[in-house]
Nanobody, 120 residues
Framework: QVQLVESGGGLVQPGGSLRLSCAAS????????MGWYRQTPGKQRELAAR???????NHANSVKERFTISRDDAKNTVYLQMNTLKPEDTAVYYC??????????????WGQGTQVTISS
């Protein structure tokens, strides 16, 4: 078992920046990948960005050039730097620890989520 604790969410004006952190209670290097997902009411959770244990990243088209995922295995922490934020980025952001090459909601670990609200 591993606990994932997100932090860094909040209310920001359009065009602003936020940095989300996900601190794990154990080593993250044992997971296939770490990711950030987001969800708005009435919609399915969607991938924002993911980083594998080897450091390969993929970002959703909607956040490319604006969001950057990174990891610090020494601190067991994953980050999501979010720049040029837009109102449509408003969502609850969840940290995910993907245990195998196939992501499974019922098998992977999830944090409790952190609210990000973009509004003037």
């Amino acid at each position: 078992q591993v606990q994932l604790v997100e932090s860094g969410g909040g209310l920001v004006q359009p065009g602003g920046s936020l940095r989300l952190s996900c601190a794990a209670s154990g080593s993250i290097s044992r997971f296939y990948a770490m990711g950030w997902y987001r969800q708005t009411p009435g919609k399915q959770r969607e991938l924002a960005a993911r980083i594998t244990k080897s450091g390969s990243t993929n970002h959703a088209n909607s956040v490319k050039e604006r969001f950057t995922i990174s990891r610090d295995d020494a601190k067991n922490t994953v980050y999501l730097q979010m720049n040029t934020l837009k109102p449509e980025d408003t969502a609850v952001y969840y940290c995910n620890a993907q245990r195998t090459i196939v992501r499974r909601d019922d098998y992977d670990y999830w944090g409790q989520g952190t609210q990000v609200t973009i509004s003037s």
